[in-house]
């Protein structure tokens, strides 16, 4: 148990729909970060948060917005559903802002998304 | 573009053994390494990293090796346990980055 958690385990969802997936980080950790794995496209960066401010953006789509609360729990929000967007989807958080190589992240158990 | 490749999709050895797994990079700006397994229905786990400036790193059965000259790393884990069965994925990040590159996975499968 890596202390990630996320919510929930599966969703499934027809095209159009919004959905919105939610990750709580290990306790102490600052950082939440997202990533998406689609069989055609392994696991790809997303976003991430620090302490409550976007930090870096990668391949996210418009339709796709995430955030990060004050008490660090973060939503990544999908909207728009298309049937490309079914894939598993994982949040992970490490202790501090990134950008020093000590910083390990620590996935969660991800969320499987089916959209139909 | 790829940056990072695993161009094994699956390993199978026996156990008590050595598997190895490679990885190759082709962004020289990629300054830590590291690898993650990865059981069915659950989250990548941390296993090892290592810094461009080592060449090894080792922790218990798990060793991994960082060529920079050739762009490539591997791990190397002795001796293989049925319960090492698993996705096992490299990754990256720039320096100063934060973001994990992921390759694209090696299925590890270890006979008893």
């Known amino acids: 148990d890596s202390g990630v958690t996320q919510t929930p385990k599966h969703l499934i969802t027809a095209t159009g729909q919004r959905v919105t997936l939610r990750c709580s980080p290990r306790?102490?950790?600052?950082?939440v970060y997202w990533y998406q794995q689609s069989l055609d496209q392994g696991l790809q960066f997303l976003i991430q948060?620090?302490?409550?401010?976007?930090?870096a953006k990668g391949n996210i789509l418009e339709r796709f917005s995430a955030q990060q609360f004050p008490d660090l729990h973060s939503e990544l929000n999908l909207s728009s559903l298309e049937l490309g967007d079914s894939a598993l989807y994982f949040c992970?958080?490490?202790?501090?802002?990134?950008?020093?190589?000590?910083?390990?992240?620590?996935f969660g158990p991800g969320t499987r998304l089916l959209v139909l | 573009d790829q940056q990072v490749k695993q161009n094994s999709p699956s390993l199978s050895v026996q156990e008590g053994r050595i598997s190895i797994l490679n990885c190759d990079y082709t962004?020289?700006?990629?300054?830590?390494f590291l690898w993650y397994k990865k059981y069915p229905a659950e989250g990548p786990t941390f296993l090892i990293s290592?810094?461009?400036?080592?060449d090894k790193n080792e922790d218990g059965r798990f060793t991994v090796f960082l060529n920079k000259s050739a762009k490539h790393l591997s791990l190397h884990i002795v001796p293989s346990q049925p319960g090492d069965s698993a996705v096992y994925f490299c990754?990256?990040?720039?320096?100063?980055?934060?973001?994990?590159?992921f390759g694209e996975g090696t299925q590890l499968t270890v006979n008893p």
């Open positions: 948060y620090y302490n409550g401010e976007e930090r």
């Open positions: 992970a958080s490490s202790v501090g802002p990134g950008g020093r190589a000590e910083e390990t992240q620590y």
């Open positions: 306790s102490g950790d600052l950082s």
């Open positions: 962004n020289s700006m990629f300054d830590y």
């Open positions: 290592i810094s461009s400036i080592k």
């Open positions: 990754a990256a990040i720039l320096t100063s980055g934060s973001r994990l590159t």
